[in-house]
């Protein structure tokens, strides 16, 4: 089995007056879509700046492709920062020709590859002009692309669909998903964990610097269960008031989405249901891993 | 090596290519030009004025006197005076002289009666009593008219008087340089004007360089390729380039522009031959100052959060170059003091008070050898500090660090 191309053992990060990052271990394996995740605040920047070489860790051992981390590294390594990570007042072309260089590219070879990069990604109009000129969402995808240019073997990218509209965000989650065919393995941190989900084969849950759930979606959610209900009616929305079979729901009219409460009965509730409305749809689904996540975070807060 | 390289380059041409570069670098030649064209202009302009004044005097030969003299000083005053010599000192001339000078007859009368020579206070009324050479002028004609007048009177020939009157100079040589002191230390005041002066444009400007990334996400790009030293040293490295850039445009431009002047001025200079030893040890002495308090720049960049935090603290960054300034005087007059030795180690003020020693009586060269030595090590500290202070200071978003803080940032990492 080839050794995991990033592997996380015991990292903990401490600045002044708090701890940031707090025993977290995990690894990716080459190839795969890796996600790590959590609110605002919840240690995700910090883990990807260790991965990076710009801060260390105060204990426990980051290793990438197989070793200790080192310097070196960094050449196969792609980063996405969370917005801003431009300068404003250069070039689109000159700006990625220097950050190819210094990724080791030479100047012809950086500037052909981002040529052939902003083609695709519909910015070629836009290459003699500064970015500040350009919108975000296409700052955006000038930085996708200086991750890319150097044809990285691990993709660290932090929120990196933030200000795309759904047709950038698609072009770019293609390109992405092309990469990972390509053997490179790619991770994300993000907030958003709708919109990561489906790319994912594993992620990493974490709040307070903590993790909180880890492993293959698919592990996750099936140890989670099916219990989620989606129902669509029309009539009597009685049955969702005092039922002892409702943990929580969200009502949105004639649809409405019901937690089941710990060991209740599914076909009980559809009966209920069609008793006093019109059952169009009764379905039992996954929980979403937002879902999950208040579920966790919620039993280790209280 | 590279990734230095490939910074200072960015940092260059980024710089070069701004409006400001551009427009400062032809606006500041252009306004210096016209404050030195137009003064000259306005003086030959008045040189085609005709000066009418009277003299009151009590003989005719003390009028003449001062005629002569005003004569003789008309290139200084820059016109010419057109004398009527007054013997009628009485107080109804003067009110008559006075009416006249208002109704703009005259321009202006002298009242330099044996008297008034001889209490050596002779007043000139006149209508513009503004123009400072003119007052300047006329007291000389006044002093030198009454002298050559005592003279004569002492039976000493008009020649002879001339000849009297003449200024004296005295050279003054060292042993091995056939050049004046006055001369030589010129050249570390100009030193020191062009440091504090580069300093304070290009420092700020390295400053903003620093603080613009810090403040942008750019420095995480560039952090997970370059390590902070690299960084900060092609930062440095290139916004200095783009000074000296600067610098020798406009020297280009001046000798250009300023060709004739120069010619003129090395004829008066002429005999005096400049060692070429006094312009390598500029170049030098000035490039490592440079270097040195742009990287103390960079460093204040690398440590507050804005602007204005960063104008605020300049003070901390220039106090050493000021303080050199000051004491280039103590080393100028002494420079072989044990204070001027010990001063002009100190790397913070070796390009200015070992530039002063080595110009007005030269140490031995392992001294020199050693404040450079001191000069290039001491600049090598300072971007590895910065390259420190950055590091951890990009953690530190918006919060000004205490001083304790700062001491707890340099022994991490």
């Keep these: 089995m080839p050794s995991p191309t990033v592997q996380l053992e015991k990292v903990r990060k401490s600045y002044d007056h708090f701890v940031a990052v707090d025993d977290l271990s995990f690894q990716i394996p080459p190839g795969t879509i890796y996600g790590l995740l959590g609110p605002n605040g919840?240690?995700?920047?910090?883990?990807?700046?260790?991965?990076?070489?710009?801060?260390?860790p105060d204990a426990g051992q980051v290793r990438l492709f197989g070793e200790p981390f080192q310097r070196g590294h960094l050449r196969r390594v792609g980063y996405l920062p969370e917005e801003r990570g431009l300068y404003k007042k250069m070039k689109v072309l000159e700006q990625l020709v220097f950050l190819g260089e210094i990724r080791g590219l030479s100047a012809r070879d950086a500037a052909a590859r981002a040529r052939r990069w902003c083609e695709r990604l519909d910015l070629a109009a836009w290459m003699p002009k500064k970015v500040e000129e350009l919108s975000k969402g296409m700052q955006q995808k000038v930085q996708f692309i200086a991750a890319l240019l150097h044809e990285p073997a691990l993709i660290m990218m932090d929120e990196p669909f933030a200000g795309l509209d759904p047709v950038n965000a698609t072009l770019l989650k293609d390109v992405l998903l092309e990469q990972k065919q390509a053997g490179r393995t790619i991770l994300f941190s993000t907030h958003r964990m709708d919109q990561v989900e489906r790319m994912c084969d594993s992620i990493c849950?974490?709040?307070?610097?903590?993790?909180?759930?880890?492993?293959?979606?698919?592990?996750?959610?099936?140890?989670?269960?099916?219990?989620?209900?989606?129902?669509?009616?029309?009539?009597?929305?009685?049955?969702?008031?005092?039922?002892?079979?409702?943990?929580?729901?969200?009502?949105?009219?004639?649809?409405?989405?019901?937690?089941?409460?710990?060991?209740?009965?599914?076909?009980?509730?559809?009966?209920?249901?069609?008793?006093?409305?019109?059952?169009?749809?009764?379905?039992?689904?996954?929980?979403?891993?937002?879902?999950?996540?208040?579920?966790?975070?919620?039993?280790?807060?209280? | 090596?590279?990734?230095?390289?490939?910074?200072?380059?960015?940092?260059?041409?980024?710089?070069?290519?701004?409006?400001?570069?551009?427009?400062?670098?032809?606006?500041?030649?252009?306004?210096?030009?016209?404050?030195?064209?137009?003064?000259?202009?306005?003086?030959?302009?008045?040189?085609?004025?005709?000066?009418?004044?009277?003299?009151?005097?009590?003989?005719?030969?003390?009028?003449?006197?001062?005629?002569?003299?005003?004569?003789?000083?008309?290139?200084?005053?820059?016109?010419?005076?057109?004398?009527?010599?007054?013997?009628?000192?009485?107080?109804?001339?003067h009110a008559a002289l006075a009416a006249k000078v208002k109704s703009g007859e005259l321009d202006g009368f002298l009242w330099a009666t044996d008297d008034a020579l001889a209490a050596r206070s002779v007043t000139y009324t006149a209508r513009n009593?503004?123009?400072?050479?003119?007052?300047?002028a006329l007291q000389a004609a006044v002093t030198m008219a009454r002298m050559q007048l005592r003279l004569t009177a002492h039976g000493i020939g008009p020649d002879e008087t001339k000849d009297l009157m003449q200024k004296v100079s005295v050279k003054v040589e060292t042993g091995e340089k056939k050049a004046s002191g006055e001369f030589m230390f010129i050249f570390t005041f100009i030193l020191g004007a062009m440091l504090f002066t580069t300093v304070l444009v290009y420092g700020i400007s390295v400053m903003r360089s620093v603080l613009e990334e810090k403040n942008?996400?750019?420095?995480?790009?560039?952090?997970?390729?370059?390590?902070?030293?690299?960084?900060?040293?092609?930062?440095?490295?290139?916004?200095?380039?783009?000074?000296?850039?600067?610098?020798?445009?406009?020297?280009?431009?001046?000798?250009?522009?300023?060709?004739?002047?120069?010619?003129?001025?090395?004829?008066?200079?002429?005999?005096?031959?400049?060692?070429?030893?006094?312009?390598?040890?500029?170049?030098?002495?000035?490039?490592?100052?440079?270097?040195?308090?742009?990287?103390?720049?960079?460093?204040?960049?690398?440590?507050?959060?804005?602007?204005q935090e960063g104008q605020q603290l300049q003070i901390v960054v220039m106090g050493p170059l000021l303080f050199a300034y000051l004491m280039m005087f103590g080393v100028l007059r002494q420079p072989n003091s044990a204070l001027a030795f010990w001063l002009s180690l100190v790397p913070f003020f070796a390009p200015l008070l070992m530039y002063m020693r080595i110009m007005v009586q030269p140490p031995p060269a392992w001294q020199v050898a050693l404040s450079i030595a001191l000069l290039i090590a001491t600049i090598y500290g300072m971007v590895s500090l910065c390259a420190r202070i950055y590091r951890i200071g990009i953690l530190m978003y918006g919060k000004r660090p205490t001083l304790p803080e700062i001491w707890k940032w340099l022994k991490y990492a």
């Design chain 1, 42 to 56: 919840a240690g995700k920047t910090s883990t990807l700046r260790m991965m990076i070489g710009i801060t260390v």
């Design chain 1, 205 to 302: 849950l974490i709040n307070r610097g903590r993790q909180v759930l880890e492993g293959e979606i698919k592990q996750i959610k099936g140890r989670w269960g099916r219990n989620n209900v989606h129902i669509e009616y029309e009539g009597d929305g009685s049955f969702l008031r005092s039922n002892g079979l409702i943990q929580s729901f969200n009502d949105y009219g004639n649809y409405v989405e019901v937690r089941l409460a710990p060991g209740a009965d599914a076909q009980q509730l559809l009966h209920q249901v069609s008793a006093g409305a019109k059952v169009y749809k009764f379905e039992m689904v996954e929980p979403s891993l937002e879902q999950i996540f208040i579920d966790v975070v919620g039993k280790t807060d209280a």
């Design chain 2, 1 to 93: 090596m590279r990734n230095v390289w490939l910074v200072i380059q960015r940092e260059y041409l980024e710089k070069v290519r701004t409006k400001a570069f551009i427009f400062t670098t032809m606006f500041i030649p252009a306004v210096m030009g016209l404050s030195i064209f137009l003064p000259t202009k306005m003086a030959t302009m008045k040189s085609s004025k005709v000066t009418h004044i009277a003299v009151v005097a009590s003989s005719q030969a003390t009028g003449d006197a001062i005629r002569s003299q005003l004569a003789e000083r008309s290139q200084d005053i820059g016109g010419k005076y057109a004398v009527d010599v007054d013997l009628t000192a009485t107080e109804a001339e």
């Design chain 2, 129 to 136: 009593v503004s123009d400072f050479f003119e007052g300047v």
């Design chain 2, 216 to 307: 942008s996400r750019v420095m995480e790009v560039l952090l997970s390729a370059l390590t902070p030293k690299e960084l900060m040293a092609g930062k440095i490295i290139g916004v200095a380039a783009v000074g000296l850039t600067q610098i020798a445009i406009w020297a280009a431009l001046g000798a250009v522009l300023g060709g004739p002047y120069a010619l003129a001025a090395s004829q008066v200079l002429k005999g005096v031959s400049i060692p070429p030893a006094t312009l390598v040890f500029f170049a030098v002495f000035f490039l490592l100052g440079y270097l040195l308090y742009s990287s103390m720049y960079a460093a204040l960049g690398a440590l507050v959060n804005t602007d």
